[in-house]
């Protein structure tokens, strides 16, 4: 009964990713009809390539910022949403149109609004006369408001159901007891809502540590390579400069470093939790 | 992605396989009506009919033939990309179509153009094409593409704001600081500072105009003194404001609305932009001069030399190739260029269109610029190009952004280049 399904999934998954495994270890430049077998020669220059550990901080520093941001705030939107606001359904619709813009729209948009000579947000906002695409340190920022503002809404609305899904009979319990609204949301809330805060944080961050879209869109990957994430790179080499070998083995370290991560929340998450 | 990109490759792989072992004869296609359909591959011109029109007096002259255009994305990246998936896999969907300039080696490598050799020869496209451009179709005696138009670097100046444009680098520098002082909103020189090919168009202008060698030819002029000191007079244009910080992230059509918008009293840019600020209701109209780049010296500046070749895919049927060369031939002569020139602004490939008086009369300005494409300079020639590409936009771009010293992000180009290419 299994067979059909296993077949599948080791056609669109295993198949791959063996492919790019097996690629990773070759000089590969299809234009130039260059093929042949290096061992771990890519793997050997990987390990003293500096775009690549770059690219690796890059990948890491925005994945922390963006997922720690958006859990934040995402927290704090499904919170207000859960305490009955008035036109609640509205406020829940309007919220997601963020999430609904295709990224590569939004991003556009935002592009469009940083590069403004003076910047300005509907004439009102102004931000400081900063090239803010252009600048080191600056442009990195730029991309995670981007996709905080665009992911955030997505967070709220997963944590939102959570929310729906812890028995009022408890914060009643709570109220008979004389607890603060600190103290029931630290000892009730926040303990069951842990499964799907898990679950949601784990969601991003895989998602996070392939961002390609927001960041390619906003920058290329510039200033100085300094928003170079590991999917532009393994990109750039692949399907701008056509070579597939270190392209795969970018891609392979990318792969490793997200089998990681999910493997780190499976032993860290008590067992009734996953 | 990473699944995505493996399994073309692996398509890739197994298309040219499949290829090589039957190495049948290819036959083209008629269609139900019996015309035969010629697909052209081109970037979108602009808003006139003057290349349909070429398109259908082909037409006419050879009832049979069907001539299809299709437009690619302008963006010449994504072009690129397409014409990397889509010749890889052999295909035969379209039969000319337009190389960048520094793409041409790279496909010829590939064996994706051509040879042309037999119907345009080498010498009738040294005769008839701009020397400087010749160099970049014609590789190893062989012709690969026919030039269609060239493109190169210009400086723009605000007339109503200076008598003159300036000649050397240190008179640039001081003519914007005095025109800018105490005006917050007038920004001094604007160029292209992003981090991508425009840039590279830039460091190589830059290098020239530092007295850097014409040809790069085995070198890439990475670790040379006009290459370090290229760096620094970029980087100083944004540290002492010279150049406003948007530079920084500005590509063409940023740097064109910032001029246009009366921001900047100089930029660097393509010709392209001179049509757009004399367009009715700019408020630049009258007040935009052209001029060569400044150099160290003050002697007039190499421009990059760019702009788009047709060449015929090496995939189509063998009764198809005299056709195709046909059309190419027809959307490379010396009347189409002109129409070109005076539809869209375009200039000729061709030395001849220069000599005809028509230019002067229906592309004034176009004709006028006739010098700066004798002196424009190519971009190393090398099939390598987009991959060296990539690695200077990082590299330069760190030099200007001052997160790098110019000479330590030349070594590092360098390096890179080397283990890559085994270039440099």
Excluded at chain 1, 32 to 59: I, K, M, P, S
Excluded at chain 2, 58 to 72: M, R, W
Excluded at chain 2, 103 to 128: H, I, K, N, T, Y
Excluded at chain 2, 207 to 231: E, K, N, V
Aim: hydrophobic content about 50%; aromatic content about 10%.
């Amino acid at each position: 009964m299994m067979a059909p399904a296993v077949t599948v999934l080791a056609a669109v998954a295993l198949y791959p990713t063996f492919a790019s495994i097996a690629l990773s270890f070759q000089r590969l430049i299809l234009v130039f009809h260059e093929q042949r077998f290096v061992g771990a020669g890519n793997y050997a220059f990987l390990l003293r390539d500096a775009r690549f550990w770059g690219a690796l901080r890059n990948t890491v520093y925005f994945t922390l910022v963006s997922v720690a941001a958006e859990l934040c705030i995402g927290l704090a939107i499904a919170l207000l949403l859960h305490a009955r606001p008035p036109a609640r359904t509205l406020l829940r619709a309007a919220i997601l149109v963020p999430w609904a813009v295709p990224t590569v729209v939004s991003a556009r948009m935002w592009a469009w609004f940083f590069t403004r000579e003076p910047s300005r947000l509907w004439g009102v906002v102004s931000l400081p006369d900063i090239a803010w695409l252009g600048t080191p340190g600056y442009a990195m920022h730029a991309a995670i408001l981007v996709d905080v503002w665009k992911t955030t809404p997505f967070v709220a609305l997963l944590l939102l159901a959570g929310l729906s899904g812890i028995p009022s009979s408890l914060y009643e319990a709570a109220v008979l007891d004389g607890a603060s609204r600190v103290r029931t949301f630290f000892s009730v809330t926040l303990p069951l809502l842990r499964p799907i805060l898990a679950v949601t944080a784990l969601l991003r961050t895989l998602d996070a540590f392939r961002v390609f879209d927001v960041v390619y869109v906003l920058t290329e990957g510039g200033p100085a390579n300094t928003t170079e994430t590991l999917s532009i790179y393994a990109y750039k080499t692949m399907m701008r400069a056509g070579d597939f070998g270190y392209g795969s083995a970018l891609s392979v370290m990318t792969f490793l470093c997200v089998l990681l991560l999910g493997a780190a929340y499976f032993v860290w998450m008590p067992r009734e939790d996953r | 992605m990473r699944r995505r990109a493996a399994l073309s490759a692996l398509t890739g792989l197994s298309l040219s396989a499949a290829l090589s072992c039957c190495g049948t004869e290819r036959r083209a296609e008629r269609k139900p009506g019996g015309k035969l359909p010629l697909v052209v591959k081109y970037q979108p011109l602009g808003e006139s009919d003057a290349f349909q029109r070429l398109l259908r007096a082909f037409e006419s002259d050879h009832p049979g033939v069907t001539v299809v255009a299709e437009a690619l994305p302008s963006s010449s990246d994504v072009a690129h990309q397409f014409f990397l998936t889509a010749l890889e896999g052999a295909s035969q969907d379209f039969d000319i179509f337009v190389v960048d300039i520094v793409w041409v080696a790279e496909f010829a490598r590939a064996g994706w153009l051509l040879d042309l050799s037999p119907l345009v020869a080498p010498d009738e496209v040294r005769r008839d094409f701009l020397p400087n451009i010749v160099d970049g179709v014609v590789l190893d005696g062989k012709t690969f593409a026919v030039p269609w138009y060239v493109d190169t670097g210009v400086l723009y100046y605000r007339t109503d704001l200076v008598t003159r444009a300036p000649a050397t680098y240190d008179d640039l520098v001081r003519t914007a600081r005095d025109i800018t002082r105490g005006r917050r909103e007038l920004g001094g020189f604007v160029w292209q500072g992003r981090q991508y090919e425009g840039l590279v168009c830039n460091v190589y202008e830059a290098i020239w105009g530092h007295g850097g060698d014409a040809h790069p030819g085995d070198g890439l002029l990475l670790q040379t003194d006009a290459a370090r000191a290229a760096l620094h007079y970029l980087q100083s244009l944004l540290a002492s404001g010279v150049s406003p910080p948007s530079v920084t992230s500005a590509g063409e059509e940023e740097t064109r609305r910032t001029f246009q918008a009366g921001r900047a009293v100089f930029m660097r840019n393509w010709p392209y932009a001179f049509a757009e600020s004399e367009r009715a209701g700019s408020p630049l109209r009258g007040k935009v001069g052209l001029a060569p780049l400044p150099t160290l010296r003050g002697e007039p500046g190499h421009g990059v030399l760019g702009g788009y070749q047709f060449g015929v895919n090496a995939h189509i049927a063998a009764d198809k190739r005299e056709l195709a060369v046909a059309l190419v031939r027809h959307l490379t002569s010396r009347e189409a260029s002109i129409d070109l020139a005076a539809a869209y602004g375009r200039s000729p490939a061709r030395g001849d269109a220069y000599r005809d008086p028509r230019l002067a009369k229906e592309a004034p300005l176009v004709a006028a610029l006739a010098p700066a494409f004798e002196r424009a300079r190519p971009r190393p020639v090398t099939p390598y190009y987009v991959m060296l590409s990539d690695i200077l936009q990082g590299e330069f771009s760190a030099a200007i952004a001052g997160i790098r010293r110019p000479e330590d992000a030349l070594a590092r180009a360098a390096s890179l280049v080397h283990r890559l290419t085994g270039l440099g």
